[in-house]
């Protein structure tokens, strides 16, 4: 006897019911108020069966090569960083990956503890007492500290280097377009740094002023201090930017006098996972009136009712919690997993790791630098970390496409961002990089120059 085929999605059998309890009779009613024009043509394949899906998607997969097979110099923002074999399988237990942003804090402990053990950690190496759980990314955490300057000092002017990321200037014109705050940009001068007489020009009636370390050329500006006390004698926040594989070799900034810094966590403890997720850091100084003003939550350590350690949210202004419409921010999950992943990397290099990883990109760097300029031009002067702007004689994107042909990945073309550059591209190496790679990129741009000149 043949059985008649049933529904196995739960309420499916109530459907009718629950249409009319809101009022609709047909599931087509839930988007009446959606035009007939909206939705075009999809043209979508027709379905497969599961195992026909698996060998399309594996077909696709294997036509990625690793960094061994195509060497890559794109940089730019995204690292290839070697990250120890523990802190995956670390964060792969159930206890982190299942983790969610707690909302009964308390039952979260082990959680909490790690995140705590994150704050504590970056706190250190930027040299700054409080600091969030973590953003989405570097972006976000630089666009919000552009809003938190403008709540703390009552101004609407943030500005930000001419030689800011391009993405990172989309997310900042995104984030400040509904309060009305203005951006402006500070030139670069010859040695590819702020410019500072420009930058005093505008100082006046700023909200805060911005800066990263390395800048977006990879360059580390050398004014950090003389930038931060013209920040203040405006009365303006000190922001600065970082990448945290650095500050085992240079100051934290902290220290240099930033009241708030922000960067990227994830360029510890995550791979490049085809550009995320990331974790944006945040920090700031011990002063009511800006930690008032924080984004995001703060986990804390303190003593429950049996006077034993326990770890809370001391701060969360988000709007869906007491402070609703007086949130300072409506960030809502955080990237607390790449938070983790960052603490234990970070436990695991320690100090002198830090200072060790720190040396070898700088000496890579330096040596990069060296070969590079046998055949293209070095336009800026300075200290190089990771990033380094390199302007050729014939377009770029010749080069870019000739060296893909030989399994090898070339830089950043920077001309569609900065035309004044000309024909130039940021190209970076890291730890990985090996010595063997930077002159197989050398020889192999030699020859693909020679061939366009002919």
Known sequence: MVKMARHYIPNSGHKEEMLREIGFKSIADLFS????????????????????VFLEMNEILNKNKSVLEMPTFLGAGAYFHYVPAHVKYLIERSEFITSYTPYQAEISQGMLQALFEYQSLIGELVGLEIVNAS???WGTAMAEAALMSARVTGKKKFIVPGHLHPERKKILHTYTAGPGLEIEYVKWNENGQVDIEDLKEKATDAAGIYLEVPNFFGLIEEQI???????????????????PT????IEAPGELGADVVVGEASFLGSALNFGGPRAGIFAVKNERRILRQMPGRVIGMTKDADGKRAFVMTLQTREQHIRRAKATSNICSNEALVAVAAAIHMATLGPKGL???????????KYFKERISEVAEIPFDGINFKDVVVKFEIPYDVIHEELLKRNIHGGFYLKPHFPELEESALLAVTETTRKEWIDALVTNMREIINEAEL
């Open 33 to 52: 108020d959606v035009p007939e024009d909206f939705v075009k043509e999809f043209n979508l394949p027709e379905g497969k069966s599961e195992y026909e």
């Open 135 to 137: 953003m989405y990314d």
């Open 225 to 243: 201090k003389e930038i931060g006390e013209i920040a203040h004698e405006s009365g303006a926040l000190f922001v600065v930017g970082v990448d």
């Open 246 to 249: 650095i500050l085992g070799i």
């Open 355 to 365: 200072q060790k990883l720190g040396e070898i990109i700088l000496k890579n760097t």
